[in-house]
């Protein structure tokens, strides 16, 4: 069955460093892209960066500069370096694993507040 497991959310102050991976298993990494969403309370979720399977890598403009999307296809893991967080990143964020189909992990929950 198709696992993707995320984790590495938390608690941040404004400024400050979260490194998000997703764990895939149960489908042959190497052949999806993967991409990262995320869901604020009351919004609908919305693209944040995507990673092909050459790592060719795309964000919205609100992350560029402060996000880097990176894939580790011997760890079969995709990983979201978020820098510089800001209030409004507040969010629950999924990975998402495209090719035919489509699969998504259970989210992560990222807070950024003083």
């Known amino acids: 069955q198709v696992q993707l497991v995320e984790s590495g959310g938390g608690l941040v102050q404004p400024g400050g460093s979260l490194r998000l991976s997703c764990s895939v298993s149960g489908i042959i990494f190497s052949f999806y892209a993967m991409g990262w969403y995320r869901q604020a309370p009351g919004k609908q979720r919305e693209l944040v960066a995507t990673i092909s399977r050459s790592g060719r890598t795309n964000y919205i403009d609100s992350v560029k500069g402060r996000f880097t999307i990176s894939r580790d296809n011997a760890k079969n893991t995709v990983y979201l370096q978020m820098n510089s967080l800001k209030p409004e990143d507040t969010a629950v964020y999924y990975c998402?694993?495209?090719?035919?189909?489509?699969?998504w992990g259970q989210g992560t929950q990222v807070t950024v507040s003083s």
């Open positions: 998402k694993a495209d090719q035919i189909r489509e699969y």
